[in-house]
């Protein structure tokens, strides 16, 4: 019964390489985010899709495109991995009109070696 | 954009002390305050909000005051425990972007026994 669910939790992976996080939201919400913690904890946004429709695109360079198939999924994919990718990604979902609460998955730790 | 900037950094407090951290955001059209607490290797999850047309809010041992002349937010919590030892996070938000929440940098909380 997990309210916001990725996959996977580790990912160490080689510079180059391309890979993708799954994320989904069984909260009904129809707003999901991308958010990326670095190495000082400092969290910042990514994306934003709202009913399957990207809302907020903060300057991630293009090697980093998100996808999703339903409001209930938001996949990031990221092409060409650099060391500088290595962080936490974490996935949340919010209602849109409600200005409230964001609900965060348990993140996904990515390590390019 | 929005800034939001948080202090302090750290903070040490003997358990039953109250501690307080406070953050500073430059949008004044942001309306919604929310804090989040991570403890190691978790997700952040929300432990009190505000809302811009209020000017404190309070459950159980934590509280948030909200000063929106000066643009500044405060989180205070009592009779600290060796539980509350985690990572805080302030953050801005405001309903017409998609929610999009920007956040401090952080607040480490240690609280010794």
């Known amino acids: ?113 | 954009g929005e800034n939001v900037e948080q202090h302090p950094s750290t903070l040490s407090v003997q358990e039953g002390d109250s501690a307080v951290i406070k953050c500073t955001y430059s949008d004044s059209a942001s309306n919604y305050f929310p804090w989040y607490k991570q403890e190691l290797g978790k997700r952040p999850q929300l432990i009190i909000d505000i809302r811009s047309n209020v000017g404190e809010k309070k459950d159980q041992r934590i509280a948030v005051t909200l000063n929106k002349t000066a643009k500044h937010f405060s989180l205070h919590i009592t009779e600290t425990q060796p539980e509350d030892s985690a990572v805080y996070f302030c953050a801005a938000s405001k309903a017409e972007y998609g929610n999009k929440l920007v956040f401090g940098a952080g607040t480490i909380l240690r609280v010794k026994s």
């Open chain 1, 1 to 113: 019964d997990t309210a916001v669910s990725q996959t996977p939790k580790y990912l160490v992976t080689q510079m180059g390489n391309d890979k993708s996080i799954k994320c989904e939201q069984n909260l009904g919400h129809d707003t999901m985010y991308w958010y990326k913690q670095d190495s000082k904890k400092f969290l910042k946004i990514m994306f934003s899709y709202n009913n399957k429709e990207l809302i907020i695109n903060e300057t991630v360079p293009n090697r980093f495109s998100p996808k999703s198939p339903d409001k209930a999924h938001l996949n990031l994919h990221i092409n060409s991995l650099e060391l500088g990718d290595s962080a936490v990604y974490f996935c949340a979902s919010s209602q849109w009109d409600e200005s409230d609460e964001q609900y965060f998955g348990p993140g996904t730790r990515l390590t390019v070696t």
